[in-house]
């Protein structure tokens, strides 16, 4: 689950992609992606796109602190979970 993921989990991954390491300039760029994902969250209006910035605002509260990223996350009134 998103809310399990930890920095070293993040790495694994990146390895397993083929990349050699995690290295600071792919480790900066992931913090962007988050980052622009982030700030496009209050763009979203309207019932679908509503609920994508609901989506987006949970995975990125879990995922960016493991990024190395604490991102400012806007607060939205619903709380997505990731466990059934």
């Known amino acids: 689950m998103t809310d ?8 694994t ?3 397993a992609l083929g990349f050699p ?8 760029h992931a913090q962007a992606v988050i ?3 982030v700030t496009q969250i209050d763009t979203l209006q309207g019932p679908g796109s509503k609920l994508i910035g609901y989506a987006i605002a949970e ?3 879990h995922l ?7 991102t400012t996350i806007p607060e939205r009134d619903a709380v997505i979970l990731n466990r059934p």
């Open 13 to 15: 991954f990146i390895l």
């Open 21 to 28: 390491a995690f290295a600071p300039a792919l480790k900066r």
């Open 4 to 11: 399990e993921i930890t920095a070293e989990d993040l790495e």
């Open 64 to 70: 960016a602190p493991a990024a190395g990223r604490e």
């Open 35 to 37: 980052r622009t994902a």
């Open 59 to 61: 995975q990125a509260r």
